[in-house]
């Protein structure tokens, strides 16, 4: 009999101790969770900042640029809240609030500057569609100026327009320059073609329409002499392709 008490004793410290261990199991659950939550935060931020930070030297407009600070900063208060003594969180997020008082940027003023490689123009197209796609992402978040998203999205196609239309334009250039006036005709019509779908036209196409159309009629007299030349001949004339063949073969990402 004397032992049912040690017994009893014995029960009872070890509810106590697994009471207390699960108490510990549940609060370290809790750190976990929470540890995940700003790295998931920290991630969305720092991947927003990146895309910025890519297309510095392209101009996609101040509402692109606005968008993507205003999502960075969302993300770094709200794991700022969570670990507000995290020293980089606060630093990365004082930093975002700076940039969001001036996100205006000179590039955005300049022309786009096309790459010369057909791989290259295919990954920048590709590059700002997906830009396009990811803006499009902001429009469930309350917190944002969801407003914009369409503005910044328009402006993006135009720029998307504005990289074909300029890769057109440097060819009908490249081809006039070999003396191929026909082939130089050809790529600077199907650039103004082009041009024909935008009836609202930001500066940067109202700047690209009238060179492309000074260098046509540049090249239509010296496109009469070359057919004249030819006209003698069997060989029958190119027919003008209506795909865009300017992005042939298609590559990933």
Do not use: C
Not at 79 to 101: C, M, T, W, Y
Not at 141 to 160: D, E, G, Q, R
Not at 183 to 206: D, G
Request: proline fraction near 4%.
């Amino acid at each position: 009999m004397e032992s049912l008490p040690t017994i009893l004793l014995i029960a009872f410290v070890l509810v106590i101790a697994i009471m207390g261990i699960a108490y510990v199991q549940r609060k370290e659950e809790a750190k976990a969770k929470i540890r995940q939550q700003i790295a998931q935060y920290r991630y969305r931020a720092n991947e927003a900042a990146q895309i910025l930070e890519n297309f510095s030297k392209i101009p996609i407009g101040l509402e692109s640029r606005t968008l993507l600070l205003q999502y960075a900063r969302l993300n770094l208060a709200a794991a700022s809240k969570l670990s507000p003594s995290d020293l980089s969180i606060s630093n990365n997020l004082a930093r975002v609030k700076v940039q969001l008082e001036n996100p205006t940027s000179a590039v955005d003023n300049q022309t786009l500057q096309i790459p010369d490689h057909f791989d290259q123009l295919t990954l920048l197209v590709k590059n700002l569609s997906k830009l396009g796609a990811y803006l499009r992402k902001f429009q469930t978040i309350t917190a944002m100026n969801t407003n914009s998203i369409p503005i910044a999205v328009n402006k993006l196609n135009l720029l998307i327009a504005e990289a074909k239309i300029t890769a057109f334009a440097k060819q009908g250039k490249k081809a006039l320059a070999n003396g191929d006036y026909v082939n130089a005709q050809r790529n600077l019509q199907t650039a103004k073609n082009m041009l024909k779908r935008f009836p609202k036209k930001n500066n940067r196409l109202e700047k690209l329409a009238a060179e492309i159309d000074q260098q046509s009629n540049s090249t239509a007299e010296e496109v009469a002499a070359s057919t004249a030349k030819i006209e003698t001949k069997t060989v029958s004339p190119p027919v003008e392709s209506t795909s865009d063949d300017i992005f042939a073969p298609k590559k990933k990402w």
